[in-house]
């Protein structure tokens, strides 16, 4: 299996759909509540991109914004910005653009391979060029990310970017804005161009949220769930939403930020949970079994996606989540961290396993969920 990033798609459209006008001023098709939600999901990322389009049309400065962010980072022992990230198929880059000249992060410019010379002449002091491929390998590029510690992709446009990615299914989360106005210019750029996208009527996006922010409403997808039982093919896949549920949790330096999600053996997200929902002792697999009734017939061929390994003792509370699981007949559990032993030793696998249960651990994401605890393990 190869290793991407998770990829997190970002975009504000008219509501007829186009993301800019032919002003040649960029569009302001955000207000301020929007934009500081936009920084906030910056700040979470390792590194943003855009296409070289974008870059000679907007020169964004794609900089974390808020001081105060800025500052986790650093404190999380990262930049204060992420790195930023392109691509381009004809190497026609401005080195003064804000791109390039803002922000103490790395730059990293993907350009086909017949594009690398002219890319790298032009920009190769104040960036590292990379040749990726002819036509650009799309999976090569993110696998490549991966590789030098890229764990969530924050991708904001343009147009040809999203296509790319909406066709490609290489995507994890979209986040749409639509604007209160039409632009209504037939030669405005469009958020997606005419292409053979997998997300028809018989396969369409799952909306996770519609959240209003003043005058704009946000619309965040996921993609459908991958066909059929929830097998090995897409066990990463819910593991991952797992991992990114875990990120809500309320910070506490006496307990892990856990996320858990419930899925029926026909792909049904049962429920969902997170440490510290609803109340400060709260486990996530707790607060996700206590969405579901106990006598619901599909919990007996469900399984458990969960970023750490389940509890067995627990301090503030009397049953612990394997105990829970054990009590609901949930035959399987998928985690990506076994829980190390800060705060006490935990066999959940073990006793989950010895009860006939099936676990299955999947490192990949291991780091990941660390890197959501790094505050309980100081250097
Ligand atoms: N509202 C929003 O959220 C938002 C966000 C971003 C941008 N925008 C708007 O989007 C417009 C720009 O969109 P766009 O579609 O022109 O630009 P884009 O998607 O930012 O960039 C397209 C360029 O990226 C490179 N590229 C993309 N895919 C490639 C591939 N498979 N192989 C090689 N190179 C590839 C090419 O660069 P080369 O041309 O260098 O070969 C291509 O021309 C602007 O009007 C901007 O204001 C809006
Ligand atoms: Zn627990």
Redesign the pocket.
Known sequence: MTVRPYVLL????SIDGH??DTSGM??A?SNEADFDRVDEVRAGCDAIL??????R??D?RLLVRSPDRRAARVARGLGPTPLKV????????DPSARFFTLGDTGKLVYA?SG?VARAAGAVGAVATVVD?GD??D?PGVLADLAARGVRRLMV???????T?FLSAGLFDELHLVIAPFLVGDPDA?RFLAAGAYPYGPGNPLRLAEARPLGDVVLLRYLPPPASGVPGPRTDLAWLREAVELSRRCPRSDSAFAVGAVVVAADGEVLATGHSRESSPHDHAEEAALAKIAPDDPRLAAATVYTSLEPCTTRASRPVSCTDLILAAGIPRVVLAWREPGVFTDCVGAETLREAGRTVVELPELAAEVRAVNAHLFPA
């Open positions: 970002s975009v504000a459209s993301i800019d960029p569009l098709l855009v296409g070289a389009g974008t870059i049309a907007d964004p392109t691509l381009t198929g004809r190497g026609d880059l086909t594009a990726a036509p650009l799309l904001e446009g343009g147009g040809a970017v999203h790319m750029p």
